[in-house]
């Protein structure tokens, strides 16, 4: 993703691979420099203001010595459980690389298995995707303290078993102590459900957490974009997930009549 801001009055291009990988361009005369020219003139910081990381940049051209923030990233918590659709995880991951978002990803024991089957690939592959990974089984990890500050979480997609503890309070696991954690500090927790029919008690468990602002938002792709490809059904359901952690994309052509 590429992001401008103007230091002292110039224009400033800071083109971010992942959170802390920056190579950037400076344009002082409306003539590009080659990437990496600004690496060697200034300084580039990283630093984090609660759950915001934050890049700036010091000592810009023209012997101003100034710092200047350029470019802010957010922390999230991926989960991805073992509901049939774990290529809408893989998706959103693929996405949100490209994105300022700081990813910290859990998947389940359960998603090991339908990745397999459903990807053809492995844990492993998919991790990869991830700058911060976490087994699921560690309850000991950052993210399992509300004292760890992060934007929210996704679980995508989301398993009724998972669901279910999440609605309970049941926290076993990783994914279910971070849901949690969301939940007591009243941070974004968005759930994507994947089941079909629904009985009475996923249709209670999601009431239950809907009712506690919890974001419901089931797999279930429109066809009014007219989608042509199985991919355009999977980019509907993870541009709506954008929707929701207010990310612009273009990932489906929005209803305009
Ligand atoms: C191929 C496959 C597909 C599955 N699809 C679903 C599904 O769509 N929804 C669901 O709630 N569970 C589904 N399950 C069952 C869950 O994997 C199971 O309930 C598991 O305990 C969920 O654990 P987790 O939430 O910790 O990942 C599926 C299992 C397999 C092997």
């Not at 801001?5 to 590009?32: H, L, Q, R, W």
């Not at 101003?64 to 995880?89: D, E, F, H, N, Q």
Request: a positive charge; aromatic letters at 6%; one cysteine or more.
């Amino acid at each position: 993703m590429i992001s401008s801001s103007f230091v002292n009055g110039k224009m400033i291009k800071i083109k971010t691979a992942t959170n802390f990988d920056t190579s950037a361009t400076y344009n002082p005369n409306n003539e590009t420099e080659k990437r990496g020219s600004l690496r060697e003139r200034s300084k580039i910081y990283y630093s984090r203001r609660g759950n915001i990381s934050i890049i700036e940049l010091q000592g810009l051209f023209d012997g101003s010595s100034g710092t200047k923030i350029v470019a802010m990233s957010l922390r999230l918590i991926v989960a991805i459980t073992g509901a049939s659709g774990v290529i809408y995880g893989k998706r959103l991951l693929e996405v949100l690389v490209e994105s300022k978002v700081e990813i910290y990803l859990i998947v389940s024991k359960a998603a090991e298995s339908v990745i397999r089957h459903e990807l053809g690939t492995t844990k492993k592959q998919l991790e990869k995707l991830a700058k911060h990974v976490y087994d699921v089984n560690d309850l000991s990890a950052s993210l399992a303290s509300g004292s760890f500050k992060t934007e929210g979480m996704i679980v995508i997609p989301c398993s009724m078993k998972t669901l279910a503890g999440i609605a309970h309070g049941y926290s076993d696991n990783l994914i279910l102590r971070a849901a949690d954690v969301a939940l007591k500090e009243k941070r974004k927790l968005i759930l994507v459900p994947r089941e079909t029919p629904l009985s009475v008690v996923h249709l209670r468990n999601m009431l239950n957490l809907a009712s506690q602002g919890v974001h419901i938002l089931p797999a279930m792709p429109a066809f009014y974009h007219k989608p042509e490809k199985m991919e355009d059904l999977i980019d509907f359901v993870v541009g709506k997930a954008l929707d929701l952690l207010g990310m612009e994309h273009e990932l489906f052509k929005r209803w305009s009549s």
